[in-house]
């Protein structure tokens, strides 16, 4: 498997950098929620470097028509990101179908917004019996996700141990990881949620070979939006990100394997003139409560995420005696 340095904090991604195209040819890359916008984009973009992309989406009409304008080097896949047995049997075949039986980048880039339908939201009448609500937005966006994490390590370690192979895993997150978003309640939760699991994994990934990012865009352009609603957001200030940058963001992350555990953000060029930057907020770098706990906290969590090491340990970690 690939080796990989434990993280550490070396200072922010240096972005000026270019994606290394070259190595994408060959791979096999399977983006979740890859027939329209963002995801299609990103597709697109690898497709043309020489990757092998698998499009999976519930939007089976796009998703065929975009897999089939890519010809030889994409498929697509129906998949539910929610269900479970869907997701393995999408990943049993973006194997089978790739032209080296692997499965080298994984982009967990399905979700759905609060246009969707937030129930967290709305105020029910307090004199009728409390309404359950549906947490759909969680559950595509964190629980689908983590589905397309867990799937994602097992297929890794599954690949030819090549040297030319590589496990990289990138989460399509949000900029409301970091900045308050009124009324996108389950939307925010759910990529805060996901940037947590990034932070987390980053600390352990190595063990596997494996490499964990989170893309963060905030305003993008896409047809989802009237041109009126744009218009709207533009007037108070909205600066938008074409999808490009998204994509080329993404392979940046696919191709340098010196980056791990790091935080891309999508922004104007006005912002980033590359389109996309290192958020730089993801480690405790001065000195202080914060840092002095982050340090506690790795000294005591002695957890390795290897095959057998739980034997010897309680369910909390700790060494059995």
């Not at 979740?32 to 597709?43: D, L, P, R, V």
């Not at 307090?126 to 297929?155: D, F």
Request: glycine share 8%.
């Amino acid at each position: 498997m690939p080796q990989l340095s434990p993280y550490q904090y070396t200072g922010p991604v240096d972005c000026t950098i270019p994606p290394n195209y070259e190595v994408l040819k060959g791979k096999s890359v399977i983006i979740t929620g890859g027939a329209n916008g963002m995801g299609e984009e990103t597709a697109r973009a690898f497709a043309a470097e020489g990757a092998y992309v698998t499009i999976a989406d519930l939007n089976e009409a796009r998703g065929k028509q975009v897999a089939e304008e890519l010809g030889p080097n994409a498929q697509f896949l129906k998949c539910n990101i929610t269900s479970w047995d869907e997701q393995v049997t999408m990943f049993e075949a973006a194997i089978k179908n790739s032209p080296h039986k692997s499965c080298d980048i994984v982009i967990a880039n399905a979700g759905i917004s609060r246009a969707s339908g937030d129930d967290l939201w709305p105020l029910d009448d307090p004199n009728a019996p409390p309404v359950k609500p549906e947490l759909n937005i969680v559950n595509v966006n964190l629980i689908g996700t983590m589905y397309t994490w867990k799937l994602a390590v097992h297929y890794f370690r599954k690949q030819p141990d090549t040297e030319d192979r590589d496990r990289s895993f990138i989460i399509t997150g949000s900029m409301v990881s970091w900045i308050d978003s009124p009324a996108n309640w389950q939307y925010t939760s759910s990529k805060y949620g996901l940037r947590g699991l990034m932070r987390t994994a980053r600390r352990n990934s190595h063990e596997q070979g494996i490499r964990i990012n989170y893309v963060a865009p905030c305003y993008i352009k896409s047809a989802i939006r009237s041109a009126t609603y744009e218009a709207q957001l533009m007037s108070k200030g909205v600066e938008f990100a074409p999808q490009k940058d998204v994509a080329t963001c993404m392979m940046k992350l696919a191709t340098d394997r010196t980056i791990n555990g790091h935080s891309l953000m999508i922004a104007p060029r006005s912002v980033a003139k590359e389109g996309y930057m290192d958020v730089g907020m993801d480690d405790h770098v001065k000195e202080g409560y914060f840092k002095r706990t982050q340090e506690i906290q790795l000294d005591i969590i002695e957890d390795k995420w290897e095959v057998g090491w739980s034997k010897g340990r309680t369910p909390e970690g700790a060494i059995k005696s």
